[in-house]
């Protein structure tokens, strides 16, 4: 399987990064461990995650997931070894100060993962979300203690549009802290305008790896979803309807157009175009069984033409 560069980490990654955030919630611990095998059986080799994945569940409190994996990893002698590990700091954990980038909650915060997760070291740690609070200094600051320390060894930040990165970018180099190496924005074939524009233009220009998140539009980019109807009982039901609109229905079209023309699924398509993407170092897919999984591999080995390319992405601009 043919790895990308991750901007200037000096990781080399396969082009499917999987979203952790179904681990302990969609996916019980004994099918994540399944699904976790199969995606490395597969020869991929990067996991996102979040200290905050799954706190929307009932009954959750955030770092389900981080659970999940500190567990397949004691249970997987040389796992650890094997795959990049990205998470993420900076949203609300529930208790006093327990969310933003200050520096004194990111200490915090890297422990607590560190520890469900049960590894030395972070190989991506994320600024999860903006906090206007915090300048960027501290927040970078508190980065390069952790850097130093080897706890972590390279940082990225999600959410951030171009004013916010370029800001960050200034501060690193003003004060002679560590920059930004990873974005993470969300993209796919529905939703390009948090990155297509200025943060793409500035990710070229700095060498800034990009993985997205919602690379199938929360399932949306399946065709599974063409109604209301279709939504009925599914958890991501509501995140699903802002797509159902008449460029939604010409995006699956083209899509489904494609997928016959490669004999492949929409979803594999999807990925297909976000992996051959100017800019995009790998998009992030969740897997909830390893039949999925098994289509991501297809989706990593499929060449779209220049025509489809084409017609994918003027379907939806």
């Not at 560069?5 to 302990?24: E, Q, Y």
């Not at 797509?243 to 990925?271: C, F, H, K, N, W």
């Amino acid at each position: 399987m043919q790895k990308k560069t991750l901007g200037t980490t000096g990781f080399d990654i396969a082009p499917i990064v999987f979203g952790g955030n179904v681990l302990g919630w969609t996916t019980d611990e004994a099918e994540s461990f399944r699904v976790l095998d199969a995606f490395v059986d597969h020869g991929f080799d990067a996991i996102d995650t979040a200290d905050v994945y799954s706190a929307w569940a009932d009954g959750h409190r955030g770092g389900e997931s981080e659970t999940v994996l500190g567990k397949w990893f004691a249970a997987r002698p040389g796992m650890r070894d094997r795959v990049k590990l990205f998470t993420k700091v900076g949203s609300d954990m529930g208790g006093p100060g327990e969310k933003g980038l200050s520096e004194a909650w990111i200490t915090t915060a890297v422990e607590r993962s560190l520890q469900r997760m049960g590894v030395e070291a972070i190989d991506l740690y994320f600024s999860h979300w903006p906090d206007p609070t915090v300048g960027h200094a501290e927040t970078l600051g508190a980065y390069d203690k952790l850097l130093k320390a080897g706890k972590i060894k390279a940082i990225g930040a999600s959410n951030y549009d171009a004013g916010l990165l370029g800001g960050a970018l200034k501060t690193a180099r003003d004060e002679g802290l560590p920059a930004y190496q990873v974005i993470q924005p969300e993209y796919n074939l529905y939703d390009r305008g948090a990155f297509e524009g200025p943060l793409r233009d500035l990710c070229l220009e700095n060498g800034i790896g990009v993985v997205t998140y919602f690379s199938l539009a929360a399932g949306f980019l399946s065709g599974k979803y063409r109604s209301a109807a279709d939504l009925s009982g599914r958890k991501r039901g509501g995140m699903v309807e802002k797509y159902l609109t008449e460029r939604g229905m010409r995006i699956l079209d083209v899509l489904e157009e494609v997928a016959r023309a490669q004999s492949a699924a929409p979803a594999e398509v999807a990925l297909a175009w976000l992996i051959a993407r100017e800019g995009v170092s790998a998009p992030i897919a969740s897997a909830t069984t390893v039949a999925q999984v098994e289509s991501f591999a297809k989706a990593a080995s499929l060449t779209l033409s220049d025509d489809e390319m084409a017609r994918l992405t003027g379907a939806g601009a």
